[in-house]
């Protein structure tokens, strides 16, 4: 299995612009999530999905930010408008269930979003 | 208080020391705990878990829990320089029912 693909590695964007961030989930994973890393606050999860089914987004920072799982092998995040601040690494993950059981997380490799 | 927190570092030790890595969490209905570790540039990856007080061994890891204190730990034995990264504590929250994660301890080890 190639694991969980992210696209584009990396994002170099201007302020107020849209930014789309693609991910495909390893085949068979039915829960999706989207996490935020940086410096300051390490790794936030935004939004998970179970099922293609979004079941929290509370760590989603405001309404500039969207995510959408339309079907089990695609997912993706989107800013709009971007600013400064949104300047991260952003990994999306994929596990066989999410819950307190634990499955394991597999993560993709990220992308770098820079906006100026 | 944050919800797991840990010390950022750099803890540095020399090669073949043990290295001991520590986490505190806040919600006391937590279940589940995690070991992750990430690379400079690269993506996290999961080393450890642990359900149950105690201690779990796995090679030269070692993940200690303890549910009253409130506090994980994943100790290294005969650390190598390429156990240099970071490494995240993660659990999943009673109350918030997801994986939540410590900001992570960077790991030196010393040649």
């Known amino acids: 299995d190639a694991g969980v693909i992210q696209s584009p590695r990396h994002e170099v964007t201007e302020m107020g612009q849209e930014v789309t961030l693609r991910c495909k989930p390893i085949?068979?994973?039915?829960?999706l999530f989207w996490y935020r890393q940086t410096m300051m606050r390490g790794l936030e999860l935004l939004i998970y999905?179970?099922?293609?089914?979004?079941?929290?987004d509370s760590g989603m920072p405001e309404d500039r930010f969207s995510a959408k799982m339309p079907n089990a092998s695609f997912s993706t995040l989107k800013i709009q408008p971007s600013e400064p601040r949104d300047s991260a690494v952003y990994f999306c993950?994929?596990?066989?269930?999410?819950?307190?059981?634990?499955?394991?997380?597999?993560f993709g490799s990220g992308t770098q979003l820079s906006v100026l | 208080q944050k919800e797991v927190e840990q010390n950022s570092g750099p803890l540095s030790v020399p090669e073949g020391a043990i290295a001991s890595l520590n986490c505190t969490y806040s919600?006391?209905?937590?279940?589940?705990f995690f070991w992750y570790r990430q690379y400079s540039g690269k993506s996290p990856e999961l080393i450890m878990s642990?359900?149950?007080?105690g201690d779990k061994e796995d090679g030269r890891f070692t993940a200690q829990l303890n549910k009253a204190s409130q506090y994980v730990s994943l100790l290294i034995r005969d650390s190598q320089p390429s156990d240099s990264a970071t490494y995240l504590c993660?659990?999943?929250?009673?109350?918030?029912?997801?994986?939540?994660f410590g900001t992570g301890t960077l790991l030196a080890v010393q040649p």
């Open positions: 993660a659990l999943y929250g009673g109350a918030t029912n997801k994986l939540i």
């Open positions: 919600d006391r209905g937590s279940q589940s």
């Open positions: 085949s068979g994973h039915n829960s």
């Open positions: 642990i359900y149950s007080n």
């Open positions: 993950a994929s596990s066989k269930y999410a819950g307190p059981a634990g499955e394991k997380l597999f």
């Open positions: 999905f179970n099922n293609n089914v979004p079941i929290d």
